[in-house]
């Protein structure tokens, strides 16, 4: 089979996993990587793959033969890059690590990223542009929105809610049945045992509010 091309947008250290991904899946041929920030890297290499250049050099590529994966950890930067490919053609790949259990009923959108160890139940929805992280899991009947991070050992209960970009914390517990809005921080090694809102900063067991936005 002959393997999709693949450019990367982003060169640090979320690159590095979004590689290891792409590279035990032997799912694409990476090309190369995009860095949109730091002009002075290009035609520097990351794991021997060239840095090439800024989104000049990324739209000089066609749709029709590449896809493109956006391996940037600000959510709102992911789903912000994600939605300009998309309206120029580009199909935007999910990647899944093979040390991974994901039940044949959930439901994962364009763009996510599984990492190794991470688990996701029965009837759970991950939409566009997610990252589950290392050894995440997210148990069953779940909806995560856009673009939503759950970060490395997070663990979410059953039938919860996690609005667009918002954050799960490394190590952070989330009890079943609970709603998060949009736009929120779960502090690391929190416990949110109670609804929170859009816009929220909670950390500590039971996870509390400090600050609104992000």
């Not at 899946?25 to 290009?42: A, C, F, P």
């Not at 035609?43 to 896809?67: C, K, M, P, R, V």
């Not at 939605?83 to 959930?106: D, E, M, V, Y």
Request: proline share 3%; glycine share 12%; net charge neutral.
């Amino acid at each position: 089979m002959v393997k999709r091309k693949l450019l990367i947008v982003g060169a640090g250290g979320h690159a590095k996993v979004v590689i290891d991904v792409v590279q035990q899946n032997q799912s694409h041929e990476i090309i190369g990587l995009i860095d949109t920030v730091n002009q002075d890297r290009w035609g520097s290499a990351l794991y021997g793959i060239e840095i090439l250049g800024g989104e000049q050099e990324l739209f000089s590529y066609s749709s029709n033969t590449h896809d493109v994966f956006i391996a940037i950890g600000t959510n709102q930067a992911r789903q912000t890059i994600a939605a300009n490919l998309t309206r120029k053609g580009f199909h935007i790949p999910s990647l899944i690590h093979p040390f991974t259990q994901i039940s044949p009923t959930a439901k994962l959108g364009s763009g996510v990223l599984v990492m190794p160890g991470a688990i996701v139940n029965s009837d759970t929805v991950i939409s566009d542009y997610c990252i589950i992280n290392t050894s995440a899991s997210v148990d069953h009947d779940c909806v995560a929105g856009e673009a939503c991070h759950i970060a490395p050992g997070a663990r979410v209960g059953g039938s919860c809610t996690i609005g667009a970009r918002s954050w799960i914390g490394i190590g952070a517990a989330v009890r079943d049945h609970i709603t998060i809005g949009n736009d929120c921080v779960v502090g690391a090694g929190a416990a949110v045992v109670h609804n929170i809102d859009s816009g929220l900063t909670v950390v500590g067991v039971p996870a509390k509010p400090i600050k609104r936005g992000q």
